[in-house]
């Protein structure tokens, strides 16, 4: 059974940085898309971030860009969080094995449990 673990998260004040990691239990996830969605409390789900096989290949949601990095190592895949505000408080979860490398919630498969990022004002 693929599990994807996400490590990272935590309480931090606006402007700080924050990296999320994520390893996936199978290494033939190097083969495949990796990302990261986000669900702030009653809100619905959002894309964040992916990245391809290959890390060639990347896209951001529009609010993160020019703030957050996205890379992987081969069946790892990492989320560097610079200068996080109040609105990127949310459960930032993992996603894996996606046919494309999509900004779509129903094209990933695979779905960690989440990782709290808080940031206070």
């Known amino acids: 059974q693929v599990h994807l673990v996400e490590s990272g998260g935590g309480l931090v004040q606006a402007g700080a940085s924050l990296r999320l990691s994520c390893v996936a239990s199978?290494?033939?996830?190097?083969?495949?898309?990796m990302g990261w969605f986000r669900q702030a409390p009653g809100k619905e789900r959002e894309f964040v971030s992916a990245?391809?096989?290959?890390?060639?290949t990347v896209y951001y949601e529009d609010s993160v860009k020019g703030r957050f990095t996205i890379s992987r190592d081969k069946n790892t895949v990492y989320l560097q969080m610079n200068s996080l505000k109040p609105e990127d408080t949310a459960v930032y979860y993992c996603?894996?094995?996606?046919?494309?490398?999509?900004?779509?919630?129903?094209?990933?498969?695979?779905w960690g449990q989440g990782t709290q990022v808080t940031v206070s004002s």
């Open positions: 996603v894996a094995d996606g046919f494309n490398t999509g900004t779509l919630a129903s094209e990933y498969t695979y």
């Open positions: 199978e290494r033939t996830f190097s083969n495949y898309p």
């Open positions: 990245i391809n096989w290959s890390g060639d």
